[in-house]
């Protein structure tokens, strides 16, 4: 595995942690104050604030400075193809293809056979992720 790609891995890992502490926090601001469990619609409306969070989390960070605190911490940067900021439509465009790479696998395994080592969200989002 490429240096740069084992990097955009391992911040990858990184975010999930931090992602997935703040994902119990603002759970735990709804489920937790909640005296019954979800079901229904509540638990549809439930899981699209923790998108909407989630989402929140990464869109603000990449539109300012282009670097989650993961990204940060292993010395990548977030850009769009013309080596400037995200516009808000690349951000929301990269959450919501990564999401589905996510989910799938496919969208990480592309970074295999990528000529540039980018990732398929990133590719569909008309970013690419640089050393900082």
């Known amino acids: 595995m490429p240096a740069g790609l084992a990097r955009r891995f391992a911040a990858l890992f990184y975010d999930t942690l931090l992602l997935l502490a703040l994902l119990f926090i603002a759970g735990y601001l709804v489920v937790g104050l909640l ?3 979800l079901g229904g619609v509540p638990k549809l409306l439930f899981q699209l604030w923790l998108l909407i969070v989630a989402g929140g ?3 603000w960070f990449w539109r300012r400075g282009g670097q989650t605190l993961a990204m ?3 010395g990548l940067k977030l850009v769009s193809m013309d080596g400037g900021p995200l516009s808000r439509r690349q951000a929301w ?3 919501v293809w990564g999401c589905l790479s996510g989910l799938t696998f496919a969208g990480f395994v ?5 000529r540039d080592r980018q990732f398929l969200h990133d590719r569909m989002a008309g970013t690419r992720i640089v050393l900082a």
């Open 72 to 74: 940060k911490t292993w």
């Open 93 to 95: 465009l990269r959450f």
């Open 57 to 59: 989390y990464f869109t």
């Open 35 to 37: 005296p019954q469990p």
């Open 110 to 114: 592309w970074a295999f056979f990528d």
